[in-house]
Nanobody, 124 residues
Framework: VQLVESGGGLAQIGGSLRLSCTYS????????IGWFRQAPGKEREAISC????????YYADSVNGRFTISNDHAKNTVYLQMDSLKPEDTAVYYC??????????????????WGQGTQITVSS
């Protein structure tokens, strides 16, 4: 199983970035792809999840209304569109896959495989 994030970098306050998580090597049924982030000195935070079984999406309050998760099955890629970026969005962003779908999306222990992470820095 492999997950590879891309699309990180530097963004201005109020700007946008799109992260990609390309996944391969698994045939899980009803899996969930989650996005997490970890800022320096802070705990890892679950910010979004896409449920493959029903297409439901989930967002943390901190990003709801600004971030959008989507899944392109043809490309085996989950995207995280990030708009209206704030300095507090600065963190390393990770994607991960869970065989439990998004049932426990806030709890990182229920994710089985992780990407390597990509840095997002938001500044003026």
């Amino acid at each position: 199983v492999q997950l590879v994030e891309s699309g990180g970098g530097l963004a201005q306050i109020g700007g946008s970035l799109r992260l990609s998580c390309t996944y391969s090597g698994f045939t899980f049924i009803d899996y969930g792809i989650g996005w997490f982030r970890q800022a320096p000195g802070k705990e890892r935070e679950a910010i979004s999840c896409f449920s493959d079984s029903d297409g439901q999406t989930y967002y943390a309050d901190s990003v709801n209304g600004r971030f959008t998760i989507s899944n392109d099955h043809a490309k085996n890629t989950v995207y995280l569109q990030m708009d209206s970026l704030k300095p507090e969005d600065t963190a390393v962003y990770y994607c991960a896959v869970s065989v439990f779908g998004c049932t426990y999306y806030r709890q990182d222990v229920f994710y089985d495989y992780w990407g390597q992470g990509t840095q997002i820095t938001v500044s003026s």
